[in-house]
């Protein structure tokens, strides 16, 4: 006897087999889909590309640094991420390529080969016969069916006919649609993004700027050639100039673009609405390629696009106006003229003057809510010089009331630095603003940027400007002036029945107005004068039972005294004395307030808009795109799949035609099958039922 067959040898999979289906499998896309969401969600919640210092202040230094480290300020380029899109693009190409073949097949199948006993095993059947012979039926069904959108073979075996059909094919093209989508989408992301620019980057040996200063100065390894396949950055063009070389903004620096072509900006319309908000703004400009012109107007939303290069508004900026300031000293002495433009510094005393902007139109909320507050909360004094603010004034400024927008005029800003290096940020408004019925110029200050802005609110006099109050501060600060207002105001203050009181008065009005001026004030003391000293000296030498009665006493005394010292300020300039009415009185309790305010201002001198030469410059983003064709390719191709896989359904149908025992009729049996079982398939059946084997039930 021969010896029995080995069996055949296990075959165990290979670790290539075993990654090709690891890659391939749904499962494992539907996973890294889902991580890629969850990704996505990070980089739009989290704002991408931002200054290093913005996340510091966000969130603190620990966690801005794990942040950084784990890439989620780029999120899109972050090697974490791209290797997780090659993943996904390995794997739904996979899919592709293992599915594709074997539907383009059974796009072609009609599966007319099927047994005729076959049919029995399906959901939906059904036997009649039909008043024909079998040649006669298989022209009738053919016809019906061809009427009703099905296309059909016919398989002719010896003892019957087998008609195969199918309607709803594209669902098997849905899949390869929405498949290929994602993959043409991904790809297309990759090549907009800033991965592109890091590998373009790597391969030209270019480095990234982390420095300032102008764009002229920086050197070659800086800049990428004009043949980067992808980019988008910033161009920022001043009127009546030109530019070639956009700003590729990236966490950790900056790295410049050479554009194939120079933007020249003619003009910068911006048009508003009558409370002063923008309504529209374009640039008008003229591209430079070699010897070639072209002109175009830019709009939002409306690009220019220039051999491939699409030319965007996104926004505008001051282009180096031309600025007319006033430094007013704070403490007396001749105010001093000065001109700079935007974006220049200069000398100022032991600091240096940095003119950083500014703001033709300023647009806010002055509504008034009944309730003695600004609505728009701008309470910007700093009264107690000791409570942080809870309102400020500007668009972020929270209100419970409707909002009255309007245009308060020009603003510029700046900043004073020391040998340090530290620096200060103000913000001053050209022309007084309406606040609370009055009328008020706008000083503010802070420390960071972190911060909002601290206003100092100097009330306007009678000719709208800022001269009374000046004047007024400035003789605050002269000794004599401060006893010549003591004794005035005590002349004024003593009753006739009492002289014996003028003598006290005085004293006291004298002792006021020196803590007040803040010249009894010791170096180094947090407490330099203004009503904080007074309120500092009741505490300090009052008996608490008196303090109340001691304190609106010695108010009362020091709003007279400077009353007086601002009469004799008029008088010395050459002015009529000032009156006695609601205007007046409503000017000096603001004085009185902001002058103790001043005290704390952390300049010698107020530095104010005396007019401007206005320079704009429009910012352009301009962007070579390869991949967003791809994405729109993409976003078709998935809106056609998915529509296709959820509302086509392909269906087939067999229908089986014998003798029958009666030469002149034929036996019929049908059945259909779906992809997706649903009721709707049981009313199409009965239709067909109806329409094939002429049965109405």
Known sequence: MSAPAAPPPVQTPTAARVLLDLLSSMRFAITLLSVICISSVIGTVLRQSEPMGNYINQFGPFWAEVFGKLGLYTVYSAPWFLLILAFLVVSTSLCIARNAPKILVDLRNYKEGVREQSLQAHHHKAIGELPSNPAMALAEIGNTLAALGWKARVQKRDNG???????????????????????????????????????????QGKQLYTGSGFIAEIKPEHRLSASNPSFRGNVSVTEKQRQGIAVLSLPNGVVLQDLPFDIELKQFKVDYYPTGMPKSFASDIVIHDGGTRREATVK????????????YQSSFEDGGSKLQLKALPLAGGAALKLEGRVGTKMAFGAQTLELDGLRVINVENLANDGSGANASGADVRKVDLGERLNKHLGSGAKSDGAKVLHNVGPSFSYKLRDAAGQAREFNNYMVPVALDGQRLFLAGMRETPAENFRYLRMPA??????????????????????????????????????????????????????????????????????????????????????????????????????????????????LKPAGTDAAAQAFMTQAVLSLSDSLYYPAPMLLQLDGFEQVQASVFQVARAPGQKLVYLGALLLIVGVFSMLYIKERRLWIWIAPSADPASSQVRMAMSSTRESPDNATLFAQLKAAVLKDPT
């Open 300 to 311: 939002v939303n409306e690009p220019v696009i220039h051999k491939g290069v699409a030319i």
């Open 161 to 203: 006919n087998m008609i195969a059909a199918r309607r709803g094919a594209a669902n098997k093209i849905g899949y390869l649609s929405a498949h290929s989508a994602i993959v043409l989408i991904l790809i297309g992301g990759v090549l907009d993004g800033n991965a592109v620019v890091k590998l373009a980057m790597w391969v």
């Open 461 to 574: 006099d009678e000719n709208d400007s800022l001269d009374s109050w000046l004047r007024l501060r400035q003789a605050l600060a002269d000794p004599q002036l401060r006893d010549l207002a003591a004794r005035a105001y005590a002349v004024s203050a003593t009753p006739a029945a009492q002289p014996k009181m003028q003598e006290q008065l005085q004293l006291t009005a004298q002792r006021a107005l020196t803590l007040f001026s803040g010249a009894a004030a010791k170096p180094g003391e947090d407490v330099k004068g203004g009503l904080p000293a007074l309120s500092q000296f009741i505490e300090r030498d009052v008996p608490e039972p008196e303090r109340q009665r001691v304190s609106e006493v010695l108010l009362r005394i020091l709003n007279g005294s400077l009353f007086e010292l601002h009469q004799l300020a008029r008088e010395r300039a050459g």
